[in-house]
């Protein structure tokens, strides 16, 4: 496997009548194929314009971002981004929610359907697909919410603090049920979160970010001795106290 994105010396600055904001400054990194990257930092640091650059909804105002599709193509990889809340449309059943970026797109056909329908059934949903979105619980809206996102098939999935919103105990199984459902379908992912145990137990590298304007201030391969490689098991491993130590030195040095 090989990189599917890489940035080059990324930085942005918000600019308005009273001056000048900077929000990410020299940012570099990549991004294996079917590798789940997750980023921490302090709150304000960039985190979020960071992912909305890589979605291409900000330009980059200095440095690039270079793609490497496995079949040797430079199209820009299909991005599914999943934000906090969930905004599920009231008036839509779920099944009207999930299948909304397929209509939007044109693309209703049957083999996206039947996707959609399989996802469904994966996530616990089928029997509620003609509900609406005010008669499921936080969790299942956020199942919901991301099958919209897969519905397109993306290659790289983007997650702004996805469980945020989320009780503790639901956060902690839906984040591990989602993120092994991702892990089997191949996806690559980058996931903001404030959990240092949820960044530890999600992702295969860790990338702190310092104060804004953000730089890369440590990158932390997790490597956990795992006989159940779930996301909620990571949290037992031997190795997940001295990774939580490393990355709260780092963060509170920058607090």
């Known amino acids: 496997m090989g990189a599917l994105i890489e ?12 001056g000048e904001t900077g929000a990410i400054k020299d940012i570099s990194f990549s991004v294996e194929e079917g590798e789940f990257v997750a980023l921490v930092g302090p709150s304000g640091c960039g985190k979020s314009t960071l992912l909305s650059i890589i979605a291409g909804l900000l330009a980059p105002e200095t440095g690039t971002i270079v793609v490497n599709n496995p079949d040797g193509s430079l199209h820009y990889p299909r991005i599914g981004y999943m934000l906090q809340h969930d905004h599920l449309f009231e008036w839509r059943t779920i099944y009207q929610n999930v299948t909304l970026g397929l209509e939007i797109h044109h693309a209703l056909t049957p083999d996206r359907i039947a996707h959609v329908e399989q996802l469904l059934s994966d996530y616990g949903l089928e029997k509620f697909k003609n509900k609406r979105p005010c008669e499921l619980s936080g969790g299942m809206k956020q199942r919901a919410a991301l099958i919209r996102t897969l519905a397109l098939d993306p290659q790289l999935l983007l997650l702004d603090e996805p469980f945020s919103a989320l009780d503790y105990q639901t956060r902690l199984m839906v984040s591990s049920d989602i993120c092994q459902l991702i892990r089997k379908a191949g996806k690559t992912m980058i996931i903001v979160t404030h959990d240092l145990s949820e960044a530890i137990s999600l992702a295969d590298k860790v990338y702190v970010l310092s104060a804004r304007p953000a730089t890369i201030k440590t990158v932390l391969p997790i490597q956990l001795t ?5 996301p909620l098991a990571a949290r037992n491993a031997p190795e997940f106290p001295y990774y939580f130590k490393q990355l709260w030195e780092e963060l509170t040095d920058e607090t």
């Open 226 to 230: 795992l006989t159940d490689s779930s």
């Open 7 to 18: 940035l080059k010396n990324i930085g942005y600055s918000y600019h308005t009548l009273s």
